[in-house]
């Protein structure tokens, strides 16, 4: 079955990076885009950039241009977004997500907490 | 920026019917499709209704998603409420960008 998979949680300080991975199982990995999206404790969904996993090509929400880093690597079908500069308010739950059948977000990953703290 | 806008909470009694809104910002709601989630504390989020009213398979059909272009906004209807039904929605379209956009959610209890 159509599966996505995250890397575990991460404590980090404030001003480091995270790294994020997202790797897909049970359809062609090429098919769909990949999106990114978070969610801060007791907050809402936030959509935070989608890449394209044929070619590599990224688009990022406004908010997080030049703060994230949407990579691929289509050998292990692995999906990665890094997030540099973190501060308090980037602590959340990010989740990655295809929609492979319509508009709709249908396959998302299980969340990976990120947990900026000094 | 293209936004859009969601009552943060709405309760109704089971058994009921609720409507949740979805007011879109600028340009039409209807030149992109609408999808709504719903989000389970803990759990990821879950499709309920996608492309302004289709229901996923699984989905009763006591959940049902429109579009009012004169109010700009969409809405999801869910009828016989009941206790399983609680739990926070999201409304969720594109911009002109293609970008995703969530609506600020909704917590829906059942009382």
């Known amino acids: 079955q159509v599966q996505l998979v995250q890397s575990g949680a991460e404590v980090k300080k404030p001003g480091a990076s995270v790294k994020v991975s997202c790797k897909a199982s049970?359809?062609?990995?090429?098919?769909?885009?990949m999106h990114w999206v978070r969610q801060a404790p007791g907050q809402g969904l936030e959509w935070m950039g989608i890449?394209?996993?044929?070619?590599?090509?990224?688009s990022y929400a406004q908010k997080f241009q030049g703060r994230v880093t949407m990579t691929r690597d289509t050998s292990t079908s692995t999906v990665y977004m890094e997030l540099s500069s973190l501060r308090s308010e980037d602590t959340a739950v990010y989740y990655c997500?295809?929609?492979?059948?319509?508009?709709?977000?249908?396959?998302w990953g299980q969340g990976t907490m990120v947990t900026v703290s000094s | 920026n293209f936004m859009l806008t969601q009552p943060h909470s709405v309760s109704e009694s089971p058994g009921k019917t609720v409507t949740i809104s979805c007011t879109g910002s600028s340009g039409s709601i209807a030149s992109n499709y609408v999808q709504w989630y719903q989000q389970r504390p803990g759990s990821a989020p879950t499709t309920v209704i996608y492309e302004d009213n289709q229901r996923p398979s699984g989905v009763p059909d006591r959940f049902s998603g429109s579009i009012d272009s004169s109010s700009n906004s969409a809405s999801l209807t869910i009828s016989g409420l009941k206790t399983e039904d609680e739990a926070d929605y999201y409304c969720?379209?594109?911009?002109?960008?293609?970008?995703?956009?969530f609506g600020g959610g909704t917590k829906l209890t059942v009382l």
């Open positions: 997500a295809i929609a492979p059948s319509s508009a709709a977000f249908d396959i």
């Open positions: 890449i394209n996993p044929s070619g590599g090509s990224t």
């Open positions: 049970g359809y062609t990995f090429t098919s769909y885009y």
């Open positions: 969720q379209s594109y911009d002109s960008s293609n970008h995703g956009v």
